[in-house]
Structures are given as structure tokens and as C-alpha cells.
């Protein structure tokens, strides 16, 4: 499946924390011709392609996304809401789609600006303020809808110029087709290294699904493929990533220094235009919790640059997504020949 | 669907011209003339004996405008008509007559100060990014006075509601064009005027050539009918009925006509409302504000979050909006009226 | 009750739970029941011998403070888990058989701002590392119970009762009495480790908001609480459906919320390959304080829930 179309599916599809299982035909049905594929208790994805020697690799992009999610019932059709990691100004008049027993149309709205008092025109909205409005009776609405119900901004797949996309939830489905185009890569390559894909989940919510995977595949050498921040007017002004800039590789304590050279010199050697990024401590990412599961594992962090993280409109350089699933495949290749001993010893 | 196809259409004020092809196509087989007016207000006559009334609909949205470019690309734009600014975030449009795709995006949360996060962002802090990679390149896809537009699509919401944009003033619109399919005895002017959301302007000129006695507006309407709004600023409610304005910020609306209009709703068994709100405004002010001036009514259709992205109506309140202004007009037989 | 009133008026900070732990193994030797104690200092009992292992916990330990200052009459003390700091002013502890009072000097949510007055001139039979809890004082109405620690107590007296009654027909089930809840979960984590259960239950207490000035929509009462989520679990959807069921043929009512508080099953349900798992909470009015209240209908649907779950 081409990757763009696989990110279109995705993003258009719902996964918050928690339901990644949601789209679990959807994964099976794109990673079908590249392994094995299972689903752990809480619903972490594996993708498993055998080789013929004994090394792991363990890829891992999470599947969950952030999401709304409905506390309580007002009146007459109307919800009240939180968001995990979403910002309520990102959420003035959206519409949005509540996954409920149906999906239901809902709409968010703010008080007309002329009944605003001065202070409520200057300040930001708060989730208190917000309201998802149904059109329904509370009646109607207790059928299909409970606490608990997820929902989420209804977004097309936007395309836009010189192949970069707007969508939601690109944090982390690039991350998740990048994986794809890695095992498009692979495909009919003949590996000693054992490649696990993994799918995480929870990782929104403090990257809960990472620890289990990594126990459970306990692999030679870890790596966690997210999305970062880009250095424009709305990014982070402590880094230098740009859209179409290619995978920006992770220096710091998190990231093994030798695997993290290796990866660089892989990008070199093969063309593939890269970047890199420091991380000081904590990355937020599922590498945090990979590099100490077990006996500990080295771990890499990759990440794809990405414009206006955690809202309904995240845009991402196509090339970037395809870029990483290449550095991956050629990386994996790389380790393939080598003793991972001497690779990975201190 | 007519209210489907006008509300879909990208008419922001001053570039009328896709809502004003369609409602041109409606209206021609139906009236005795029809013509287009140098502001591009449309003017349709019904000739008749009766009074000289004057029915107004206004074919503009609110929207944005393309005022510059920054050097990364991205595009700086303002409010064409009044779109609050806590609007414009995360939202997808149209820019354009080639449509080119935009996003207005936010920074990060992660990335925000406990300031940032508690503040809000004026116009001057958003920008529409078309992912073009520099002003230079932006410079091939866009020009400086582009419109730019919400990509909302119409379609159904909640119990006998509908959603979509420019509900004001293209519920109006398709009012009138279903008015003026029926026949009365009145002198009637159906008049689709052009850039009220920027002032009201587009009145002013067709009310000066028409000159009627009575002029009514028909609009989508304020309605707050929200929990979380005091009850008594809600302005209107949905589903209670076309709402008959008592005054607003630019008319006082003619007693003897609102008893008119409230008497024509209870033998019709038409379900109806008070506007109760005070605030905003329509043409009537213009069409009342020229030449020597004339009486207005307004009959408007409640509509929730209007001038946002995506606002909310009820189907049972357009008909009845439809049905309350044609039986109304049918009546004005009489000279008292 | 007899039995709920002694939980209640024992002395059982985090890590230092053995008053508890006797009162409850006491209670398990005198209906002749097996159980284990861990590294930890949880107490596990297993019955049944279904396919499909099923842990439920209670915790044994309450919030308290630590002493790390002595002035003479006055202590300075760090808290031992999570407690709100400005609704402490004037609550009573007991320290090494000895009352104190709390006194909050600027009424800020800091440790620092308080310390105890032990009112006493005399020399302090107090040292660095002592624990004060705070004074208890059991008491039952006709609907209400009130004392201290009913978050976790209270939930261990349901945890001895369902034992008791419980004939386990699909299930392998491990009762664990956790320690060190407060401090997030610890006890509970190594457990799970080692009982490596296909589903967890937590019990833990729900704050309920059915007084003035408060708002959410928890009542006593009304149901045990199912959370949708908390800060850091997410129910698994399978075991969602377990206890709705179980509810539904209890004929109880759940509660539901989507909860601004912590569990166990935070670090629970992320250990081994991953564990299905999900709070049911009992609703518990002004939690943390010395006077905790609860619903007795609350208490008798719970158990009716968890027997359900179980046969």
C-alpha cells in the first residue's frame, strides 16, 4: 500500500489511548505480507518478521492518539468533555465525531463574541467553557452515549503543497507508516535479525504500552520512531528541524551513542538526508521507557519533524515518512553483518 | 439540495459571485424581471398593484483575506466580515478561486508558557500555512487580497438539525428564492444584496434605486441557546420558529407590521419567536437609512455559532421561516397594512 | 462492623502496615484460610482453579506523616503519600500513643508550612522517623459510616468478605492486600508481577461530590464507581464489560466517572506483557481527612458486584 494512502486511512480512522484496537484490521490488512501479527493485552500491536539468526530489533511507533473523552452529561444534548494533551483553543468551533454505540455528530461552539464580558474576549478558552453540542435530546443521547465515550475533530485528509499533508493524529501514524515503508524496503531481502514492529499503545498517556512490549520481545536494541517538533514560528526555537529535512536523529543520555553514530553514517553512506535533535534528559517518548525494561536495552529515538503538534491540523512532509522508513530498512541491513556485541559494548 | 448548494458556495463579501450564479439560475423563470446592479447586488421584480415592499437577503458570508506573506511562507490574513479570533485556529480553507488548501495551525502545547496557554492569539499572531516552502514560492499560489474560507460541509446534525456554514445569510437566501416562486399581489422587489457583513453597504445602493414602503430582512439569526449561557441573553431559541426582531443596533422594527407578521403566524398555524437579543445588525438599517426612509421588519432563522466555522439550524424553523414570510406577503392586500 | 471499626482505628501508614496486615491475617486464621505473604509485606490468598487467573487488590495503608524535625514540643514531619496540605489545619494525629494537633502557620498546600504541636513542655518521646497518623475515631449510623482510612480499610473489609463467601467457578483468583498504595502502587506492582493475572480489579475510593459547594456526580449510596479512566489507567474494555455484567446481574447500579485521581493500577497493568485492568471504587466523602464517610448500601453492593465477577 503506498504510504500515503496508508497515512490517509489512518488519520481519517480513531485510535485514542486505550482503543488502539480500533484500527487493528486495519494494521493486519497493510502488514499482512511482512509477518507475523498479534495483539497483547493492552493492545500493543506486534509485527513479527522472522529471520534466521537470533538477533531482535524492535522498531516501535505508537498507534493511540491524543483524543477527547465525555465526563459528564448536561442538558438538553449537550456534553461536557476533557482532552489528554489537547489544547481547548484548538477546539473552538470544531466539528467532531463521538464514538458512541453510533457515531454522532457534535459540534463545538463558543458563546457569541458580542456576549462576551472583556476578560472572557482576552483570555483563553478552558475545557469548563467548552460544550459538545448534539442536536439530540439527553434522552436520545444516553442511548448511544455514556461517560467515558471517546470522541475526536473530524478532519479530511488535507493535501498541500510540495507533498506535505495536514491531518490529525500524524503524532504518531507517520511514525506507524514509516514502519510500513521500512518493511516495504525489507521485503525479500534475506535477514539474519529478527524485526519486530511494534504498535504501541497508551503512549499519549505516559507511554504505558512501551515497558510490556519491550518485556515481552525483550530485543538486542530498541527503537522508537515519533514525531518532533519543527524550529518554524510555531515550533520549538531549541532545535533546527525542518519539514522535508529528512528523520531527525535523537543525541543524549536516552539514545545509545554508538547505535546513534551508526545511524548516521548510515544516512551518509546512502543519501538520505537527516537531522539531529538534543535531548538532555526524559524525551516523552516511548524510548524512556524501552531503554530501562528488562536488563536494560540500547535504545535509538528517530523522529519525524512535524508542524502544530497535538491539534487537528498537523502537517508533515510526505518525504520525511518515506526518508525515515528507508534510514530504518538501511540501518537494520547495516546491523544485519555485524556482531551486535561489539556494536553495543561500552 | 438548494440550501445544501448555497451554503457549500464560497461567497465572502465583496466576491458574491458563485451564490449570486446560482441564485440567478433559481429565481429567472419566476420573476418579471431580474437584473445585476453596479455593487453586484441582484434585483428581482413581481410586478404588482399593492404596496412597494422590498424583501432583502444578504449572499455574502464572513470570511478572511489575504493581507501579506511572511518570509517562511506562510500567509498573514484578517477578518473579512467579523470572525472573532478565537475562531480561525486549527481550522482547514479554501484560498482563493484555484481553492488552494490551508491550514491556520497553533504551537504546540508542550511548547507554550503557562502565559501562552492561558491567553488568547489576535489575528496578528495566526498565519494560513499552504505549505509552501518560502515567501518567493507562496508568491506563485496566492495573491495579496485573496478570499479565504472555511471547508465546512453541509450535511445533517442532531434531531432535525442541520449544520454548515454561512448559514447567515444563505438561509435567508433560499427563503426568498422559494418566496419569489409563489405570486402575490404586492409590488415586490426581491433584492439579494452583497457585503453586509462588512457594513451593510450593499443595501444601500438597491434601497436607494428601489425606494420601497415597506422593506423586511430576512436573516440567520443570533441564537444562544446553550446551557452554559444565562438564559436571559440566549436571543433566541432553536426549534421554537422563525423569529420576528423587536430591535437590534441598527433599526427599530415597525410596531404594525410586527402584529401583522405575529397575526399572519397564529391563523397559519406557523410556530414563531421574539428575537429577543438587541445586539447586530442588518440591512434593514440601510434599506430604512436612505432616501426618505421607509417601515422594516426582520424575520430571521435562529442559527447556533454563527460567524464561526460550523453553525447549527433547525430544519422545522426554516419552513416555517419560508412559510411565515410568503403567507405574510400574500396578505399585504390591504392599504392599511 | 466490629471488624471494620478495628481497620479503621489501626495504625497503617505506607511501609509501615503490620498492625493491619495482623488484624487481617488474624481474621484469615480464624475462617481457616490459606494465604501467602510476599517480599513486599502483601498478603495474597488463592481460591479457585479456573483457566483464567483474576487479581483483585485492596490496600492496607494510609496517608500519614514522617517526623524528620523535633523542637521540643513541636514536630516537623514530611508526608508519607499524597495528601492535601491546607485542609489540614486542626486535625488531630497520634504519634507514638501520644495527640498532636496540626497547625497550617500560612495556610498554603506546602509541607512546609505546617507543624505538629505535641502540647507538651516535658521531654518528647519522639524521635527523627516516627510516624503520626491521624487520630481515628470509628462511628455507624443508620446509612453513613464515618472514620479514618475508609479508602483503604474499608476495602479490605469488602476484600475479607467477598473470601469468605466466594466460591470462584471460572476464575483463578488471587485476593491481594496491597501495601504501599499511597506510594504509588508499589505493592501492588510486584504482585502483579509475580501473580501475572489475565485481569486486575482495583479497589479503590471514589471522591464523592454530593455536598454543597462540590461538583462532579458521585453520591453516596448511589453505587459502587466504575472509572473510565483515571490520571494513570485506562480501563481495558474487556474488563468494562466484566463488571457491568457482574452489576447488571447483581441488579446494582454503577456509578460513572472519568476520575482526576491515581490507583494502583497505574503501575499494575503496565508490568510483565501487559495486564487487563480497571478500578471500581468505592465512594468516599472528604478522602484523606480524619473523618472519611461511606455509604453502607455502598459496601453491600460492592460485594455483591465482586461475587458476581467471581461465580
Known sequence: MEEKEFLKILTTNFSPSGREDFLYEEIKKAFQPYGEISISNINNIYVKRKGSGKNKIMLMAHLDEVALVITDFNKDGFLKFKGIGIDPKTLVSQEVVIKGKEDITGIIGIKPPHLMNEEEKDKAVTFQSLLIDTGLSNQKLKEKVSIGTFAYVKRDFTELLHNNVACKSADDKAGVVSMLSCAKELEGKDLKTNVYFVLSAQEEVGHRGAKSAAYEIAPDIGIAIDVTFDSGKFGADDRENKLGGGPSVCIGPNCHPKLRKMVIETAKECNIPYQVEVEPGNTGTDAWDIQIAREGIPTLLISIPEKYMHTSVEVIDMDDIINTGLLLAKFIQKLDDESLEEVLCF | MLLEKLSNAISPSGYEGEVREIIIKEVKPYVDELFVDKMGNIITHKKGKGKKVLVDAHMDEVGFIIIGYNDDGTLRFASLGGVNDKIPPCKVLYVGTNKIKGVVGLKAIHLQSKEERNKGIGYDGLCIDIGAKDRLDAEKYVEIGDYAVFDTKFGCFGDGLVKGKAFDDRIGCFILIEALKENYSCDLYGVFNVQEETGRRGALGSSFRINPEIGIALEGTVCADMPNVPEHISGTYLGRGPAISIMDGTSIYDASIREEIEKTAKKSNIPYQNRRAVAGGNDAGSIQGVKNGCRVAAISVPCRYIHSSVSAASISDIENGKKLLIKFLQGIVKEGI | ?311
Open chain 3, 1 to 311: 462492623m466490629e471488624l471494620l471499626k478495628k481497620l479503621s482505628n489501626a495504625s497503617g501508614v505506607s511501609g509501615r502496615e503490620t498492625v493491619v496486615r495482623d488484624i487481617i491475617i488474624e481474621e484469615l486464621k480464624k475462617n481457616n484460610i490459606e494465604f501467602n505473604q510476599d517480599n513486599m509485606g502483601n498478603v495474597l490468598v488463592k481460591k479457585g482453579n479456573g483457566s483464567k487467573k483474576l487479581m483483585i487488590s485492596a490496600h492496607m495503608d494510609e496517608t500519614g506523616f514522617i517526623t524528620t524535625f523535633v523542637d521540643k514540643g513541636f514536630l516537623r514531619v514530611s508526608n508519607v503519600g499524597n495528601i492535601k496540605i491546607e485542609s489540614l489545619d486542626g486535625e488531630l494525629v497520634k504519634i507514638n500513643g501520644l495527640t498532636g494537633k496540626i497547625v497550617n502557620i500560612k495556610g498554603e498546600d506546602d509541607i512546609n508550612s505546617i507543624f505538629i504541636d505535641m502540647m507538651t513542655d516535658e521531654k518528647l518521646e519522639v524521635n527523627e522517623g516516627d510516624i503520626a497518623v491521624l487520630k481515628s475515631g470509628f462511628s455507624e449510623e443508620s446509612s453513613y459510616i464515618s472514620g479514618k482510612a475508609l479508602v483503604s480499610r474499608a476495602l479490605c473489609y469488602i476484600l475479607l468478605d467477598v473470601i469468605k463467601k466466594s466460591d470462584p467457578k471460572d476464575f483463578t483468583v488471587y485476593f491481594v492486600f496491597t501495601v504501599q498504595n499511597e506510594l504509588r502502587g508499589r505493592g501492588a506492582r510486584a504482585a502483579a508481577y509475580e501473580v501475572n493475572p489475565d485481569y486486575a480489579i482495583v479497589l479503590e475510593g471514589e471522591n464523592s461530590n454530593d455536598y454543597p459547594g462540590a461538583e462532579g456526580n458521585i453520591s453516596l449510596n448511589h453505587g459502587p464507581v466504575l472509572r473510565l479512566m483515571d490520571k494513570v489507567l485506562i480501563i481495558h474494555h474487556q474488563v468494562r464489560e466484566i463488571i457491568e455484567k457482574a452489576a447488571e446481574k447483581a441488579k446494582v447500579s454503577l456509578q460513572k466517572t472519568v476520575s482526576n485521581e491515581s490507583s494502583e493500577g497505574g503501575e499494575l497493568h503496565k508490568e510483565v506483557s501487559g495486564i487487563k485492568a480497571g478500578v471500581l471504587a468505592l465512594p468516599i466523602r472528604y478522602k484523606n481527612s480524619s473523618l472519611e464517610v461511606a455509604g453502607k448500601r455502598d459496601l453491600e453492593d460492592m460485594k455483591k458486584v465482586l461475587l458476581n465477577i467471581i461465580e
